[in-house]
């Protein structure tokens, strides 16, 4: 059974920061792309940042800067390093695994507030 759990999520001031977290069973880690999207209300999903099996990353023109990817292969894990928080950063943010199938997690939910 695939599961994806993301963590860290919560409300913050304008120019926090916040790590959250996707552990991920049930797939070889190794072979899959992860991604981070976010849905914030009323509005379409959108990839926010992804990295490569090899490490490469790239990441929406609105985040650039800001926030970093990164993945652990011995945990199993992908990581979204998100500093300068801006008040239009608030949705929830969602960790894909994309090989042959593409998985989901449930999302956490990041409000970015004064």
């Known amino acids: 059974q695939v599961q994806l759990v993301e963590s860290g999520g919560g409300e913050v001031q304008p120019g926090g920061s916040l790590r959250l977290s996707c552990a991920t069973s049930?797939?070889?880690?190794?072979?899959?792309?992860m991604g981070w999207y976010r849905q914030a209300p009323g509005k379409q999903r959108e990839l926010v940042a992804h990295?490569?099996?090899?490490?490469?990353?790239n990441y929406a023109d609105s985040v650039k800067g800001r926030f970093t990817i990164a993945r652990d292969n011995t945990k199993n894990m992908v990581y979204l390093q998100m500093n300068g928080l801006k008040p239009e950063d608030t949705a929830v943010y969602y960790c894909q695994a994309n090989y042959l199938s593409a998985y989901w997690g449930q999302g956490t939910q990041v409000t970015v507030s004064s």
């Open positions: 049930g797939i070889n880690f190794s072979l899959y792309s």
């Open positions: 990295i490569t099996t090899r490490s490469s990353t």
